[in-house]
Nanobody, 123 residues
C-alpha cells in the first residue's frame, strides 16, 4: 500500500502564498496519478488539481486555474501544490491522494489518501 503525508499548511493573509507538500512512501512504483482535494466546513470535498506521475499532464479545477500549480519530484516521491493569490474561500483542509491507474479526470477514484493539512486564509 501507499502512505501519504501532507505538510505546509497554515495561516496566511489574503493575497499571500503557501506551498503544500505530500510525501509518498510504500508501493510508490505503482502510482499513476497524484491529486489534491480540499474540503471546507459545511461543503463537499472538491477536486483541486492532479498530475501524472510521469509528468505528461496536469488537470486543474476552474476555481484555482492560474493561481495554483501542481508539480512533482519523483526522486523524492513528493508532490507539491503552490498556491498563490489566496482568497478566504480557499480556506479548507487539503488532502493529497494517489491513484494507481491512469486518468486525470476529477470524477475518477483515488486509492490512497493522506490525513490532510489545514489552510486558513484571513481577510
Amino acid at each position: 500500500q501507499v502512505q501519504l503525508k501532507e505538510s505546509g499548511g497554515g495561516l496566511v493573509q489574503a493575497g499571500g502564498s503557501l506551498r503544500l507538500s505530500c510525501a509518498a512512501s510504500g508501493r510508490t512504483f505503482g502510482i499513476f496519478v497524484m491529486g489534491w482535494f480540499r474540503q471546507a466546513p459545511g461543503k463537499e470535498r472538491e477536486f483541486v488539481a492532479a498530475i501524472n506521475w510521469s509528468g505528461t499532464g496536469t488537470y486543474y479545477a476552474e476555481s484555482v486555474k492560474g493561481r495554483f500549480t501542481i508539480s512533482r519530484d519523483n526522486a523524492e516521491n513528493t508532490v507539491y501544490l503552490q498556491m498563490n493569490s489566496l482568497r478566504p474561500e480557499d480556506t479548507a483542509v487539503y488532502y493529497c491522494a494517489a491513484r494507481m491507474r491512469p486518468g486525470l479526470s476529477p470524477s475518477y477514484a483515488y486509492d490512497y489518501w493522506g490525513q490532510g493539512t489545514q489552510v486558513t486564509v484571513s481577510s
